[in-house]
């Protein structure tokens, strides 16, 4: 399994000092162990990939869908060179939805897990209760991992 760096520093490193010291090996590295990643161009595909798959649970695929090239590589570029107003330009378009839709269809999200044989847990979430009420953060947690709640007073 190969998990997201914030989650490695988390179970890892989380008592050391920042910036948290990290040695990308191009070469001699455990294969059997590590994700080889043959260029810059699979690593952009795969974050598209994942843009497009959240616009998916969150807008039907209607938003990613309509940019234009121009704004997916802007979109990444932004992203790569730590260029915030560059790459806010267009994932604010990704963030942002109509009034009369009350929120996203569903909210994209992974809790990792590393107690069980289930490395991570995704599922299906609306932001909005049938009630009309607003979910939390800690509605989805007491849906999808109940255990991680402290029982309520």
């Not at 997916?72 to 604010?92: T, Y």
Request: with cysteine.
């Amino acid at each position: 399994m190969h998990y997201p760096i914030g989650l490695l520093f988390d179970l890892l490193a989380s008592s050391s000092a920042l910036p948290w010291n990290i040695t990308v090996h191009f070469k001699s590295f455990p294969e059997k162990d590590l994700l080889h990643c043959p260029s810059k161009d699979a690593i952009e595909a795969h974050f598209m990939s994942c843009m497009k798959e959240a616009d998916a649970l969150k807008h039907k695929s209607q938003v990613i869908n309509e940019m234009q090239k121009k704004d997916h590589k802007q979109l990444w570029m932004g992203l790569q060179n730590d260029r915030f107003d560059q790459f806010w330009a267009i994932n604010r378009k990704l963030m942002e939805y109509p009034a009369e839709e009350n929120g996203f269809r569903y909210i994209p999200f992974r809790i990792y897990q590393t107690t069980t044989e289930r490395p991570f847990i995704q599922k299906l979430f609306r932001p909005v209760a049938a009630d009309g009420q607003l979910h939390t953060l800690g509605d989805l947690l007491k849906e999808v991992c109940p255990s991680a709640v402290a029982p309520e007073d």
